[in-house]
């Protein structure tokens, strides 16, 4: 009750709150619903949907996420050592729900859907596996440099934990929280020579899982063999690089301007999600791309900052796993759409359609803006005694 209280009044509330990191991400998810809808509307014109179909599920998703936003920037982050256990067992059973009950789109089970839309549990386990990290390496610091108590037995929850996104299959967000872990183990102080032994045994252990199972399918194939050579096969694999490549360089420096882009008019397939940056790049030129990834270096600066601040070991590890988390998403979605790495589906952070990503990465920013407002009243308190 305490807690609501304070929510409602905001009594006090505002203290120390760095405004730059809260409003990045809310100016970001705004200028994605603009960009949702502007990559949409021709695509779901066709598919016969109405062409504001995509940009009033958009706007939805945008307004939960601002309430899920302030409630997290609110709500004391140290609690969330207090409800781990339950946090992880909630997402451990969403895991296996998706793989019993879970809703079947383009070969993959990722989603459940509950009122007629699709909500993606392990966009928001990502957050989950951060706290889990942040709290082991937090109390471990002891052992942190012995291979078995401070590598292997962390590392086993999160591996079963990437198992069940894999089985979905999803390579990405698998991706995301392997390295999201790696960066956040070699910011407390784990071994490198471990992370080599670790790496070792993770091959071994994956050798036959990849080669005796259809973990490696044609299209999988063909995502990788684009990435060398898209033009080999223009008509196939190589066909989304390539329609990327028009979108990104067939416009003026300035852009074709806001809703003119000709890629979106059947050619390149998903403009309005994890492609959306090359309708960026063709409809706002330079200065759309150049303020976006200014965007995200202003978060990951911000967030960084806060980690090095930060006096609770929790904290400033928490913080540097939710900074990592929108960084490393913003940098694979970026190498993809480049042709600089495999297309693995992940979306761009606040920007790209997708209510599940957005609102994750909007709850990530809620909980670093309140380790943020934390750890500025903690300092300016001792600076004051």
């Known amino acids: 009750m305490e807690y609501l209280f304070g929510v409602l009044t905001l009594k006090g509330k505002l203290k ?63 609690k969330y050592r207090r409800y781990l256990k339950i946090i992880l067992f909630l997402s451990f059973i969403s895991l296996v729900m998706v793989l019993l009950v879970g809703k079947n789109v383009n070969n993959a089970i990722r989603s459940i859907s509950i009122l007629g839309f699709n909500i993606q549990p392990s966009e928001i386990v990502k957050i989950s596996i951060i706290m889990y990290t942040a709290y082991i390496y937090s109390k471990k610091q002891d052992v942190i440099r012995s291979f078995r108590a ?17 089985m979905q299959p999803d390579l990405g967000t698998s991706l995301v929280i392997a390295s999201v872990m790696l960066i956040m183990m070699i910011s407390a102080g784990v071994r490198f020579k471990h992370f080599i032994t670790l790496s070792f045994i993770g091959g071994v252990l994956l050798t036959p899982f990849v080669y005796f199972t259809d973990f490696v399918t044609s299209t999988r194939r063909e995502r990788f063999s684009a990435v060398i050579s898209p033009f080999s096969d ?12 028009l979108a990104i360089g067939g ?17 390149l397939w998903g403009a309005h999600t994890d492609f959306i940056m090359a309708i960026i790049a063709e409809e706002l030129g330079v200065i759309g791309v150049v303020v976006v990834i200014l965007a995200y270096i202003i978060m990951m600066w911000k967030g960084l900052d806060v980690a090095k601040k930060c006096r609770d070991g929790f904290g400033s590890l928490l913080a540097i796993g939710l900074t990592s988390m929108i ?12 042709g600089m790495l495999p297309i693995t589906g992940i ?13 994750a990465c909007m709850m990530a920013m809620g909980i670093l803006n309140n380790i943020a407002q934390s750890t500025n009243n903690d300092l300016e308190e001792a600076s004051t005694n």
């Not at 416009?251 to 050619?267: A, F, N, R, T, V």
């Not at 960084?327 to 480049?338: E, H, P, T, Y």
């Open 251 to 267: 416009g003026d420096p300035m852009g074709e301007g806001l809703g003119q882009s000709i890629q979106k008019l059947g050619y």
């Open 347 to 359: 979306t761009l952070p606040f920007i790209s359609y997708g209510g599940s990503s957005l609102l």
């Open 327 to 338: 960084s490393v998403q913003a940098i694979i979605n970026l190498g993809a759409i480049s």
């Open 234 to 245: 223009a008509d196939e694999s190589g066909f989304q690089l390539i329609q990327s490549y």
């Open 16 to 78: 120390g709150y760095d405004f730059i990191l809260l409003l990045t991400p809310v100016l970001l998810a705004s200028f994605g619903v603009v960009m949702v809808y502007s990559s949409s509307m021709v695509s779901a014109t066709m598919d016969g949907l109405g062409s504001t179909f995509y940009l009033k599920r958009q706007l939805m998703w945008f307004v939960l996420s601002l309430i899920v936003f302030g409630l997290t920037a609110l709500f004391p982050y140290q």
């Open 150 to 166: 401070g590598v292997v037995k962390p590392v086993v929850f999160v591996a079963i934990i990437i198992g069940l996104i894999v």
